[in-house]
């Protein structure tokens, strides 16, 4: 993700924005700053001072919970981890970009979905932020066993893993040598011990209504499965294990890693396997799953010195041309089953929001796909912002609200205004949208971050809110961080990510009611993992 607004320049040389990490031996010995600041910390019983973390090798996440560059990087941390399970420890630093994101429980929900186990400090209010003068997210910061900054590097693709892993084998070696390392491993009260809610669904991203197989089918994300059920919400099938993995064959043993947006031919459904950045199909009938092959190798760009995910997070299927909303590569792909050849269709890869020809029109995290037939209508994320890209290739690519990475709010009105002077006053606002439905002339929004759904009038473009608002501390909200919506005559289906429910919502009367799953078990975790 592009660097914070105002951009500051980087007092610490540690810290400059290099895709390098500084040789253990020669490390310059800058005191770290203390990890003071925070309004809250979570997979800790207790804030953690650099004392606390004495002898071991650290390693700084600043994130955001919106970044999928944040994501990516969590995941090769992971394996750092795992790898060093006694001498390294990561701490994540959540500073926010939207402001949605600085609430505690905000926080502790994203630490639970992406399945976080090391300490997460709240850095609601840019403390510690400021004090590592970091300008960019994600930052990687590392800190020896003595308290002192030795390496760091800022942005996705300048993030070298193997020479962080390089790094923090050496800083082990030479502290095991100094007798300066604890090799004892810290033990941490993790949220998910204490908090992991024993329901059907855990964060589910998507939802897609088959009006013609009279089913639903919910992609159950951190339970890392799809669930299949009639339109009152009895279980058909469940495809994946519960555990995160990457295997084909029957729905039984077949495993997903957070699956996100679906398709829907007849028989066969189309899924965005997010973390393991490719598409999986599934045959309903046979009850088996498998990777479309070549996407493994097609949906990784390469990079400098890491390649960069494309991470596919929603589809769409037109006739036989599979929309794929690459979040990653900040693109719209198109993969056509019939030939079985993939193309990009929209997009340059730079994070942004530029209208104009398709391959040179510039997206930001597209997260959410719908069609009228026509028009190809984008959720991008980033820039809070709804696109607009013509399904025969011929037009440009449009925006209907939206109008960059650091714009965005909540207000109704005007999709564009023309007048430049009135436009931060009257245009309307969204806050990290991740999902789109069409349906009587009208769009209707997940806006995510607003915990509501917008309407946009495709004639007018006036945006309007339908339901839902703030989550307010003590309530149960109509809707707690919406990511996917579907609609089947004058019902709208919704992925009520955060409450871990799929909410039904009448569209002429704006009743709404939470399906009742029958017959879908939880994934419990093991305790303590």
């Known amino acids: 993700m592009p660097r914070s607004l105002p951009p500051r320049p980087l007092a610490l040389a540690a810290l400059a924005l290099i895709a390098l990490f500084l040789p253990a031996q020669a490390a310059a010995q800058t005191p770290a700053p203390e990890l003071a600041g925070g309004t809250a910390w979570i997979n800790t019983g207790k804030p953690l001072a650099l004392k606390d973390l004495k002898g071991k090798v650290v390693v700084l996440d600043f994130w955001t919970l919106c970044c999928i560059n944040c994501m990516?990087?969590?995941?090769?941390?992971?394996?750092?981890?795992?790898?060093?399970?006694?001498?390294?420890?990561?701490?994540?630093?959540?500073?926010?970009?939207?402001?949605?994101?600085?609430?505690?429980?905000?926080?502790?929900?994203?630490?639970?979905?992406y399945e976080l186990?090391?300490?997460?400090?709240?850095?609601?209010?840019?403390?510690?932020?400021?004090?590592?003068?970091?300008?960019?997210?994600?930052?990687?910061?590392?800190?020896?066993?003595?308290?002192?900054?030795?390496?760091?590097?800022?942005?996705?693709?300048?993030?070298?893993?193997?020479?962080?892993?390089?790094?923090?084998?050496?800083?082990?070696?030479?502290?095991?040598?100094?007798?300066?390392?604890?090799?004892?491993?810290?033990?941490?009260?993790?949220?998910?011990?204490?908090?992991?809610?024993?329901?059907?669904?855990?964060?589910?991203g998507k939802v897609v209504a088959d009006e013609k197989g009279k089913r639903l089918l919910i992609a159950d994300s951190t339970h890392?499965?799809?669930?299949?059920?009639?339109?009152?919400?009895?279980?058909?099938?469940?495809?994946?294990?519960?555990?995160?993995?990457?295997?084909?064959?029957?729905?039984?043993?077949?495993?997903?890693?957070d699956p996100?947006?679906?398709?829907?031919?007849?028989?066969?459904?189309?899924?965005?396997?997010?973390?393991?950045?490719?598409?999986?199909?599934?045959?309903?009938?046979?009850?088996?799953?498998?990777?479309?092959?070549?996407?493994?190798?097609?949906?990784?760009?390469?990079?400098?010195?890491?390649?960069?995910?494309?991470?596919?997070?929603?589809?769409?299927l037109d006739g036989s041309r599979l929309f794929v909303a690459m979040s990653g590569s900040h693109q719209i792909w198109v993969f056509d089953t019939k030939t079985k050849k993939f193309a990009a269709f929209a997009g340059d890869q730079d994070e942004n929001i530029q209208d104009g020809a398709r391959l040179t029109a510039k997206f930001a995290q597209p997260s959410g796909l719908a069609s009228d037939g026509k028009t190809l209508f984008v959720a991008d994320a980033e820039v809070s912002a709804i696109r607009t890209v013509p399904l025969d290739g011929q037009g440009a690519v449009g925006t209907l609200v939206g109008r960059g990475l650091f714009v965005f709010g909540d207000r109704d009105g005007p999709g564009r205004v023309a007048d430049v002077n009135q436009r931060a006053a009257t245009e309307a606002l969204l806050?990290?949208?991740?999902?789109?439905?069409?349906?009587?002339?009208?769009?209707?929004?997940?806006?995510?971050?607003?915990?509501?759904?917008?309407?946009?009038?495709?004639?007018?473009?006036?945006?309007?809110?339908?339901?839902?608002?703030?989550?307010?501390?003590?309530?149960?909200?109509?809707?707690?961080?919406?990511?996917?919506l579907s609609i089947i005559g004058n019902t709208m289906y919704v992925a009520d990510t955060n409450a871990h429910r799929i909410r039904v919502v009448d569209l002429k009367t704006k009743a709404v009611k939470t399906l009742d799953l029958t017959d879908v078990p939880p994934v419990v975790p093991p305790k303590g993992k």
């Not at 420890?89 to 994101?101: C, L, S």
């Not at 910061?141 to 003595?146: C, E, K, M, N």
């Not at 009208?442 to 473009?461: F, H, M, P, Q, W």
């Open 260 to 316: 996100q947006g679906m398709a829907v031919d007849g028989d066969t459904v189309y899924v965005a396997d997010r973390k393991n950045n490719c598409l999986r199909q599934l045959d309903l009938k046979a009850k088996t799953v498998k990777t479309i092959p070549g996407t493994a190798k097609t949906f990784t760009l390469p990079g400098t010195p890491r390649a960069m995910q494309c991470t596919p997070w929603d589809v769409w």
């Open 72 to 113: 990516h990087i969590m995941e090769e941390l992971t394996a750092l981890e795992e790898k060093y399970p006694n001498e390294l420890v990561v701490i994540g630093v959540h500073t926010p970009k939207f402001e949605n994101e600085k609430g505690t429980e905000v926080v502790r929900k994203a630490v639970l979905r």
């Open 431 to 484: 806050q990290h949208p991740l999902a789109v439905a069409v349906h009587a002339g009208e769009l209707y929004v997940a806006d995510t971050y607003n915990s509501k759904i917008r309407v946009i009038d495709l004639a007018s473009g006036a945006v309007s809110s339908f339901l839902g608002g703030p989550v307010k501390k003590g309530e149960d909200p109509v809707f707690n961080e919406p990511a996917g």
């Open 224 to 257: 890392h499965r799809i669930v299949v059920t009639d339109l009152d919400g009895k279980k058909i099938a469940v495809a994946g294990t519960g555990t995160p993995g990457k295997t084909d064959g029957a729905f039984d043993k077949a495993q997903f890693d």
């Open 117 to 204: 186990k090391h300490p997460v400090v709240n850095d609601a209010e840019k403390k510690i932020w400021t004090a590592y003068n970091a300008n960019w997210w994600p930052t990687i910061a590392v800190i020896d066993p003595d308290g002192n900054i030795v390496g760091g590097a800022a942005g996705e693709p300048r993030v070298d893993f193997k020479a962080l892993d390089k790094t923090i084998a050496g800083l082990i070696a030479k502290h095991k040598k100094a007798g300066t390392l604890n090799a004892t491993p810290l033990r941490f009260d993790t949220a998910a011990f204490r908090d992991a809610p024993d329901t059907p669904l855990y964060f589910p």
